[in-house]
């Protein structure tokens, strides 16, 4: 089954080599997408513990293990941590280019243009939103509304749940973050379904908060499977959005870092396991690439193409990655 996909898609990417002199891919109408952060699932974990959301996303396109932390011993090696793996993704470059070596105290190095700027630079009528757990996302990484970041703005926005101390107060071992996980993908479902915007990351934080305090452990085990559960909400807002509009959504999940070989509660330093990531997508136009251990780096050109963005060259030529959808 795995093998004749593969084979299908080599042929479909041959062909598509093939045309490109004379043919130039443009995306459909209403080419839409949405990535999820789930934070610090290991690619053994994701794979060993039941997720049958992310294997319905999966079966449309693929999954596939893949890397964070760039390369090793070189300027672009960066450290197996939220922050700057997310930073990666969202910039598709590595920290020695963004400037983000750790979770606080950092400042992003915003010449690198994160995707949601770069898509409201090139096609400004497209809808940009988050739904996130932890809102230095939006106001720090992404800079949103800072001069040095290009003042741009998203048009939907939910975040800053963790510091609404009334709606959720705060619980012992974070089991309030289980409850804003939660909030946070049935908004991003319900606005997916009626709003349909065009760019959407959602993240949800609870899985490395249970991993940082049991390692491996069936706690963290029940967080991965609650965690398909809030993914299943969002899924379930994009195939309704989707049966009732002519669009073409690209759905990619993935996480940011994966832990220590011997606890699992820890990450940063640059192991296999820390480094081993994942990515599931609905995609049916992926590359061989995408089944050849890609990088976090690699998801930003990726939906880039999705979206029919073509990416000038000022931003391009700083770029980490190259895009696994054809
Ligand atoms: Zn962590």
């Not at 070189?74 to 590595?94: F, H, K, Q």
């Not at 899985?207 to 029940?222: C, L, N, P």
């Amino acid at each position: 089954m795995l093998n004749r996909r593969l084979f299908t898609t080599a042929l479909a990417w041959l062909t598509l080599t093939v045309l490109n002199n004379t043919v130039q891919a443009q995306p459909g109408p209403g080419s839409k997408a949405v990535f999820v952060i789930v934070d610090g699932i290991p690619a053994d974990v994701i794979e060993r513990v039941p997720t049958p959301t992310i294997d319905a996303i999966a079966a449309e396109g693929g999954y596939g293990r893949a890397t964070v932390g760039g390369p090793i011993g070189e300027p672009g090696e960066t450290p197996t941590i939220s922050a700057p793996g997310y930073m990666s993704l969202i910039t598709g470059t590595w920290a020695n280019k963004h400037n983000v070596h750790a979770n606080y105290g950092i400042s992003p190095d915003y010449r690198y243009w994160n995707l949601f700027r770069l898509v409201r630079s090139e096609k400004p009528e497209l809808q940009l939103a988050i739904f996130s757990t932890w809102t230095d996302n939006r106001k720090i990484l992404l800079g949103e509304g800072l001069a040095e970041g290009g003042n741009w703005r998203f048009d939907m926005v939910v975040d800053g749940l963790e510091t609404d101390e009334v709606r959720f107060p705060r619980r012992p071992l974070d089991a309030h973050i289980a409850d804003i996980d939660n909030a946070v993908s049935r908004e991003a479902a319900r606005l997916i379904a009626s709003e349909g915007p065009d760019l959407s990351w959602v993240y949800l934080q609870y899985t490395d908060d249970v991993a940082h305090k049991y390692g491996e452990s069936v706690e963290f085990e029940r967080a991965v499977v609650q965690m398909d559960k809030f993914v299943n909400a969002i899924w379930l807002g994009v195939l309704a959005r989707q049966e009732a509009h002519d669009e073409d959504w690209l759905v990619i999940v993935t996480t940011d870092h994966g832990r220590d070989a011997v606890t699992g509660r820890t990450h940063g330093a640059q192991s296999k396991r820390e480094r081993t990531i994942w990515m599931a997508t609905n995609s049916q136009r992926l590359t061989p690439d995408f089944y050849a251990m890609p990088e976090i780096v690699d998801i930003y050109p990726s939906i880039a193409t999705h979206l029919g963005i073509t990416i000038p060259e000022q931003v391009a030529r700083h770029l980490d990655g190259a895009s696994f959808i054809e």
